[in-house]
């Protein structure tokens, strides 16, 4: 079935600093891609998205890049700030359903 | 805004307990989803509506059930609460015909002792 792999957390970096954190993921098909975030004490949100290969979909100074090569959509921002503190999760849609990753904490210290 | 609106932020029940959790949306989606949030395993579907009194189970619905008797409404049901119960539970709805967009609630963290 379809899965989806992230980065283990948690992850702390100073602010201003570059964030990658990998995702990739196992589907039949092509599926749609995407990047939602929990912030402390809400429920997720879509941060971004893509629908095929190469498509860049971005956000908040947030990007990600569907590579179907590599199975791959790394999400990125060059200059991380203290409220971007949260729990980022990968997610695939296919057969009808979203299939998350496990989530990664990021901390930004300042 | 959307707004998904699960009743009880904490709730704390006893094993064998009947538990209901309550999730209300605003924005007439017909689709409705109710997820587990457990460390490490990410959020996992426990059952999802695409219509008013229709239901289709997810990947982990044994020991819950659904209602959905209004369209703003999906109720998860807990009919014997357990011990490995005990979990961050997310609602979330999205319109028709797009699935893959869902706006979740603020989630319910089941305490079952």
């Known amino acids: 079935g379809d899965s989806v792999t992230q980065m283990e957390g948690p992850v702390t970096l100073s602010e201003e600093a570059f964030l990658t954190i990998n995702c990739t993921y196992t589907?039949?098909?092509?599926?749609?891609l995407f990047w939602y975030v929990q912030y402390p004490g809400e429920g997720l949100q879509l941060l971004l998205k893509?629908?095929?290969?190469?498509d860049k979909g971005s956000n908040k100074g947030f990007e990600a890049t569907y590579r179907k090569e590599t199975t791959s959509f790394h999400l990125e921002k060059g200059s991380v700030q203290v409220s971007d503190s949260a729990v980022y999760f990968c997610?695939?849609?296919?057969?009808?359903?979203?299939?998350f990753g496990t989530g990664t904490r990021l901390t930004i210290i300042p | 805004d959307v707004k998904v609106t699960q009743s009880s932020r904490y709730l704390v029940k006893r094993t064998g307990e009947k538990v209901f959790l309550e999730c209300v949306q605003d924005?007439?989606?017909?689709?409705m989803f109710w997820y587990r949030q457990d460390p490490g395993l990410g959020l996992r579907l426990i059952y999802f509506?695409?219509?008013?009194?229709?239901?289709e189970k997810g990947d982990i619905p044994e020991g819950y059930s659904v209602s959905r008797e209004k369209k703003e409404r999906f109720s998860l049901i807990l009919e014997s609460a357990s011990t490995n119960q005990t979990s961050m539970y997310l609602c979330?709805?999205?319109?028709?015909?797009?699935?893959?967009?869902?706006?979740f609630g603020a989630g319910t963290r089941l305490s079952v002792l």
């Open positions: 997610a695939l849609f296919g057969n009808e359903k979203l299939t």
């Open positions: 924005m007439d989606h017909e689709n």
């Open positions: 893509a629908t095929k290969a190469d």
């Open positions: 509506s695409y219509d008013v009194k229709m239901k």
């Open positions: 979330a709805s999205s319109p028709s015909p797009t699935k893959n967009i869902q706006y």
């Open positions: 589907a039949t098909g092509y599926p749609s």
